[in-house]
């Protein structure tokens, strides 16, 4: 059975961190990349960073304020948020790409075939 289970969303200030993870079956966990993806409201899911055995990738919202990484030992992947901005709220998704995953496919939500159930994440101003 493939399942991604996310938490570590909540609601913090403006400037503040979140830690999300995403604990993943060992199917999941043994795809070719990870991502994290993130959707507002009538808004198509957007990017946010995403990790593979060549390296770890980041959209240019979140470049330099979230790092990505991930425990072998525990099938998890993390998404670290420092410097957080009200922007940042909105629902966010743990995925994996059990297929190929390329410098041109990883930032594509149609790369990924499995997904999680979503954590909220609230930012105030």
């Known amino acids: 059975q493939v399942q991604l289970v996310e938490s570590g969303g909540g609601l913090v200030q403006a400037g503040g961190s979140l830690r999300l993870s995403c604990a993943a079956s060992?199917?999941?966990?043994?795809?070719?990349?990870m991502g994290w993806f993130r959707q507002a409201p009538g808004k198509e899911r957007e990017f946010v960073a995403a990790i593979s055995l060549t390296g770890s990738y980041y959209s240019s919202t979140t470049q330099g304020r979230f790092t990505v990484s991930s425990d072998n030992t525990k099938n998890t992947v993390y998404l670290q948020m420092n410097s957080l901005k009200p922007e940042d709220t909105t629902v966010y998704y743990c995925?994996?790409?059990?297929?190929?995953?390329?410098?041109?496919?990883?930032?594509?939500?149609?790369?990924?075939?499995?997904w999680g159930q979503g954590t909220q994440v609230t930012v105030s101003s």
């Open positions: 995925a994996a790409a059990p297929g190929a995953f390329t410098n041109e496919n990883y930032c594509s939500a149609g790369t990924y075939v499995y």
């Open positions: 060992a199917r999941a966990f043994g795809s070719s990349g």
